[in-house]
C-alpha cells in the first residue's frame, strides 16, 4: 500500500514538471526538490489532489510507465531485475507538452512521385505505392469512431450537455493534472476513466447539484461525448522516408504512423515492422497480410513515447512474364517459390510451367575461384514441385521468369473455300480428306472437283502444297483417300475462284466502286442494275442519264476504248451490250454541268440564322418562316437581299435590293404571295434590327456592395457611379482601392477609391454590356515576385514601403533590373532608385530581370575606335585650317 500511494505522487508530479524533465535521474531530481520523501508526504500529496488509488493506477498505466520499477529503484532504493527482452536501442523518453496546438505533420513529408516506385529494370517494388497518396497527411484522418475502451487523459476536449429541469452546456480540455473543470460545479478527476465509464462518472459527479439525473425516472438527461483527442509523440525509425518523432493522434495505430510518416523507402522491409514500448518489443506487423488479404489483426494502438521500427528489407525477389502482378518482393526465411507466386496474384492461363527461368547471382561464400562469373541460371519444372510438394526455396537477387505458352495447337487442322462451314477442326487419328470435308458439312454446289490444295509443313518446317484431284481423292478410284497430318491446311475451291483474273467493275456515280466476276452472257444492264440503286427517286434525279461511258480493253493495246451510250436506254432495253472481261463502265453525275443542290442564306434578325435548301418558287417569306420567324426587335418591313451579278468586267459582283416584306402571306392571311421576291441559288438576305434597338445591357456588380447582383442599364450613357448608386452604394467593410473593373474579360487600369472618395469624375466611366466591378473586402497580403531570394506573398504592413517588403523577400538577385508595383486596382509604375513609395493592401511588387547582353563582334571595339579617331583628327585639321585663313 505504501509504494502504492509514493507511486501516485510520483506520476501525478512526472506530468505536470516542466517539459524539460525527460530522463528519470531529472524526475527523481525534481521529487527531491519538491521536498517529497515520506510517506506521510505522499499522503498530503494525494488528498490535496484529491485522486484515489484506482484514478493513480489508470493514470500511470495510460503514460506506459511500470512504477513498480521506478518505485524499486528510486524510491525505495532496492535492486530490481531486467524484465522481458533487451531493447534495441535506448529511446528517451519524450512527455507532451499538451498546452500547444498539435501541428500538422503533413508539412514534414517529403512529396512522392505519383509513378510507382520501380527498378531500373522496369519492375515495380510490390507494396511501395500505397504510400504514395498519403491519406494520413492531414491528422484529422486519423479520427474515426470512438473505442468504448478508449482511456481518457490530459489533451482530451470533452463537450458535457444536460438538458431537462436544467440545461447546461459545457466544453472543455482535460488538464495536466487529469481534471476536468465544470464552471459553476468544480473539477472532477476523469483521466484514466474509459470513455464507456466516463457518463457514468460525470453523472454521479453532478448528481451533487442536480439531483434530477439520478431521480426515476430521471428529470435532467446527460450526454457526454469527445469533441477532440488528445495528441501523443511516437518515433518513426529506421527505413522509414521521414524518420524521427511525429505527433499523431492518440486514436493512431502503427499503420496509421507509417502512413503519417511518408512511408516506407525501398530499401525498408514490408514484412516486419517493429514496435516497441518503453524499451520492450511489444508487437510486429507485416504488411503483406495488409496488401494481399486485407487483414491488420496486429495493428495495435499506438502510447506515447512508442517505438515504431523499420529494419532493412530482408531480401528482393523479382518475378516477371505469365504472372497476374510482376514486381519485386520479399520473403521470409520460410517461405519459397509457391508464397512468392500467391504473393503475385498466381499464375496466368498462358503461363509455361514445364521449364521456369530462375537467374541468380551466386552467394558471397558460394562462389569459386575457379569460375569467372559470379551467375547462373536454374531451370526447374514447375510442375514437378507441386507433385513432390517441394516449395523451391529462393535468395537475395533471384529473377524469376514464367514464359507464355506457344500460340500453337498440336490437334488442329484448317479447312477453307467451298464448304459449308470453314475453319479450324480437331485432328484425329487416321482422318483423311474426306472426313475433314465432311465434318466442314460438305462440299457446296459450284465446287470445282478437279483441284485441292493440301497445305503442310516438312520436317524442315517449310510450307509446302500438294495439288490434288479432289474427285480422286474422295472417290474410289485408284488413288487412296489422303491421309492428313495435325497442322495441315486445305483449300476447296469453286468454279468462279479459278476465274479470278476474268471480272468487270463499275465506278463513278455510286456510293462505291464496285468489282464483280465476269461470266458468260453478262449484259451492260445487269451490272448496272446490281450496282446502282437505280430505283431510287433521289438517285434518278442526280445521276447524268444522258451520257455514261463503257471502257473496253484492247488486246495489244495500252487504251481502253471508249464506247459512250445512254442510260435511259439501257434502263428501258432499248439498248445493252454483253460485257467481256475486264470491261469498266463509268457513270456520270448531273452535278458536271448544273448546281443539284441549291441553298439561300438569312442572317440578322432572325432566330436561327443559317444556310437553308432552296425550294421551287421559294419567296422571302418561305425563308423567314424557316428561321425560325422575326426576334422581337426586328425591323419587318423589308429586308435586304443581295444576288450575284458578273458582268464579266471584275468590277460588278452583286446586285443588293430591298424587299418589301408580306406580312399577310407571312401570317397565313393569303394563301398566294402577292408580288413576293422569288429567290435564286446562292442569294443572301438580311433582316435588319429596328433602328435604335439592343438587346438589355446588363452589367454585374459583386463583393462589398450593400446590394450586389446584376443590373440593367437605364441608357447608353449611364455611368459607373449612378449605377453604384442605384445598388445602395458601398458597404462599410469595402476596401476600395482593391476594386476591380472588368471589361471583355480583362481588368481596366480604373480607381474606384478616387471615384467614389476624392470625387475624381475622371474615373467615372460609360459602362458597357457586360462590364464588371468587384470591390473587396481588405486582403492583408502584398505578394513580392521575380528577381528577389525568396518570392512569396507577405503580410500587409501599414505605410509601410517597397524596399521593405523586398528586404524581407531575401533582397534582390545579382540578375535584378527594374521594380514595378502593381496596385490591385489594376495601375502599374515604375520605382526609381531614390524613391521608396507606401504600399497599398493586396498590390503586387515585381523586380524585373536584366536583359541579356549582346555579344560584341571580335575587333569590332578597333574598328570604331579607328573611326573615331579618324573624325576626330580630321575635324581637328580643319578647326587649324580655317583659324590659319582667317
Not at 11 to 16: D, E, I, K, R, Y
Not at 714 to 725: A, D, P, Q
Request: with cysteine; aromatic share 10%; glycine share 8%.
Amino acid at each position: 500500500m505504501k509504494r502504492l500511494h509514493i507511486a501516485i505522487v510520483i506520476f501525478c508530479l512526472l506530468f505536470s514538471i516542466d517539459a524539460k524533465s525527460q530522463t528519470e535521474q531529472q524526475i527523481k531530481n525534481e521529487l527531491e526538490k519538491r521536498g517529497i520523501n515520506t510517506y506521510e508526504e505522499v499522503q498530503a500529496e494525494l488528498r490535496k489532489r484529491g485522486m484515489t488509488e484506482a484514478d493513480a493506477r489508470r493514470q500511470a498505466r495510460l503514460y506506459g510507465i511500470n512504477y513498480d520499477e521506478y518505485l524499486k529503484k528510486y524510491i525505495l532504493a532496492k535492486a530490481n531485475q531486467e524484465e522481458a527482452l533487451e531493447p534495441v536501442t535506448s529511446i528517451t523518453l519524450d512527455t507532451v507538452d499538451y498546452t500547444t496546438e498539435l501541428t500538422d505533420e503533413a508539412n514534414q513529408i517529403i512529396p512522392q512521385d505519383t509513378l510507382k516506385i520501380k527498378e531500373p529494370q522496369g519492375l515495380p517494388y510490390f507494396g511501395y505505392d500505397i504510400f504514395t497518396n498519403n491519406p494520413y497527411a492531414n491528422q484529422q484522418a486519423l479520427v474515426g469512431n470512438i473505442d468504448p475502451g478508449y482511456i481518457i487523459g490530459p489533451g482530451d476536449e470533452l463537450r458535457v450537455y444536460l438538458w431537462g429541469e436544467a440545461e447546461f452546456q459545457f466544453e472543455g480540455k482535460v488538464d495536466i493534472n487529469g481534471n476536468l473543470f465544470i464552471p459553476n460545479v468544480g473539477q472532477v478527476f476523469v483521466s484514466g476513466v474509459t470513455y464507456q465509464s466516463l457518463h457514468e462518472r460525470l453523472k454521479q459527479y453532478l448528481s451533487r447539484f442536480y439531483s434530477g439525473l439520478v431521480k426515476s425516472p430521471p428529470a435532467i438527461f446527460l450526454d457526454v461525448s469527445l469533441t477532440k483527442l488528445r495528441p501523443i509523440r511516437v518515433m518513426v525509425m529506421g527505413e522509414s522516408k521521414n524518420p524521427g518523432s511525429l505527433m499523431i493522434n492518440s486514436f493512431a495505430t502503427t499503420l496509421n504512423s507509417i502512413y503519417a510518416s511518408g512511408g516506407i523507402k525501398t530499401t525498408g522491409s514490408l514484412r516486419e515492422v517493429k514496435v516497441f514500448r518503453n524499451n520492450r518489443f511489444i508487437s510486429t506487423i507485416d504488411l503483406y497480410d495488409y496488401l494481399i488479404k486485407g487483414a491488420v489483426s496486429e495493428d495495435i494502438r499506438l502510447m506515447s513515447n512508442d517505438v515504431i521500427f523499420i529494419q532493412s528489407r530482408m531480401n528482393a525477389i523479382s518475378i516477371e512474364g505469365e504472372v497476374n502482378r510482376e514486381g519485386i518482393y520479399e520473403l521470409k526465411g520460410n517461405e519459397g517459390l509457391i508464397d512468392l507466386i500467391g504473393f503475385a496474384g498466381g499464375l496466368k492461363p498462358t503461363a509455361h510451367t514445364q521449364s521456369v527461368t530462375i537467374k541468380r547471382i551466386r552467394p558471397l561464400l558460394g562462389r569459386s575461384k575457379d569460375n569467372s562469373f559470379d551467375r547462373e541460371i536454374i531451370t526447374i519444372n514447375y510442375n514437378d514441385l507441386l507433385l513432390e510438394g517441394v516449395n523451391f526455396r529462393l535468395q537475395d537477387g533471384d529473377q524469376i521468369l514464367f514464359d507464355k505458352v506457344l500460340d500453337k495447337f498440336d490437334n488442329m487442322v484448317t479447312i477453307a473455300g467451298s464448304v459449308f462451314r470453314p475453319g479450324d477442326y480437331q485432328y484425329t487419328e487416321g482422318m483423311s480428306v474426306a472426313d475433314l470435308i465432311g465434318t466442314a458439312g460438305g462440299l457446296r454446289p459450284n465446287t470445282y472437283f478437279e483441284k485441292v490444295d493440301l497445305f503442310r509443313r516438312d520436317r524442315s518446317g517449310e510450307l509446302r502444297f500438294l495439288s490434288l484431284n479432289l474427285t480422286e481423292v474422295l472417290g474410289e478410284g485408284s488413288q487412296p483417300n489422303f491421309q492428313l497430318q495435325p497442322d495441315d491446311s486445305l483449300k476447296v475451291y469453286n468454279t468462279q475462284e479459278l476465274k479470278t483474273l476474268e471480272t468487270v467493275s463499275i465506278e463513278g456515280f455510286l456510293s462505291k466502286p464496285k468489282t464483280v466476276l465476269w461470266r458468260e452472257n453478262l449484259s451492260l444492264y445487269d451490272l448496272i442494275f446490281m450496282s446502282a440503286n437505280v430505283e431510287d427517286l433521289e438517285y434518278k434525279n442526280r445521276i447524268l442519264t444522258s451520257r455514261a461511258d463503257l471502257l473496253r480493253y484492247q488486246e495489244g493495246k495500252t487504251e481502253y476504248q471508249v464506247i459512250p451510250f445512254n442510260l435511259d436506254e439501257v434502263l428501258d432495253k432499248k439498248f445493252n451490250a454483253v460485257l467481256k472481261p475486264r470491261d469498266r463502265v463509268i457513270l456520270y453525275s448531273r452535278d458536271i454541268n448544273e448546281v443539284l443542290d441549291s441553298y439561300v442564306t438569312i442572317r440578322g434578325a432572325v432566330k436561327n440564322e443559317g444556310r437553308y435548301a432552296l425550294t421551287d418558287d421559294m419567296t422571302v417569306e418561305d425563308l423567314i418562316l424557316q428561321a425560325g420567324g422575326f426576334v422581337r426587335t426586328a425591323f419587318r418591313d423589308s429586308v435586304t437581299v443581295s444576288r450575284e451579278n458578273f458582268d464579266f468586267s471584275g468590277n460588278m459582283i452583286a446586285q443588293v435590293r430591298r424587299v418589301p416584306t408580306n406580312m399577310d402571306y407571312l401570317l397565313g392571311a393569303t394563301t398566294k404571295p402577292n408580288g413576293s421576291y422569288i429567290l435564286q441559288h446562292n442569294d443572301n438576305i438580311t433582316v435588319d434590327l429596328i433602328p435604335g434597338s439592343s438587346e438589355s445591357r446588363e452589367v454585374k456588380l459583386s463583393g462589398e456592395i450593400k446590394f450586389p447582383g446584376n443590373y440593367f442599364l437605364r441608357s447608353k450613357e449611364e455611368t459607373l457611379k449612378e449605377v453604384i448608386t442605384r445598388a445602395g452604394g458601398i458597404s462599410p467593410n469595402a476596401y476600395l482601392p482593391g476594386a476591380k473593373f472588368y471589361r471583355d474579360g480583362k481588368q481596366l487600369a480604373l480607381s474606384i477609391d478616387d471615384l467614389m472618395t476624392k470625387q475624381n469624375e475622371a474615373f467615372n466611366i460609360v459602362l458597357q454590356p457586360n462590364d464588371s466591378i468587384y470591390i473587396p473586402e481588405s486582403f492583408y497580403t502584398v505578394k513580392v515576385e521575380g528577381e528577389v531570394a525568396n518570392p512569396s506573398l507577405q503580410k500587409y504592413q501599414l505605410n509601410q514601403g517597397v524596399k521593405a517588403y523586398i528586404r524581407n523577400a531575401g533582397g534582390r538577385t545579382k540578375n535584378a533590373h527594374k521594380i514595378y508595383i502593381t496596385s490591385s486596382n489594376g495601375f502599374t509604375r515604375k520605382v526609381g532608385w531614390l524613391s521608396n513609395p507606401k504600399v497599398l493592401d493586396g498590390s503586387i511588387i515585381t523586380v524585373s530581370a536584366k536583359p541579356p547582353k549582346k555579344e560584341r563582334e571580335p575587333g569590332k571595339f578597333l574598328e570604331n575606335f579607328g573611326t573615331l579617331a579618324a573624325i576626330i583628327s580630321s575635324t581637328l585639321t580643319t578647326i587649324y585650317l580655317v583659324e590659319r585663313l582667317n
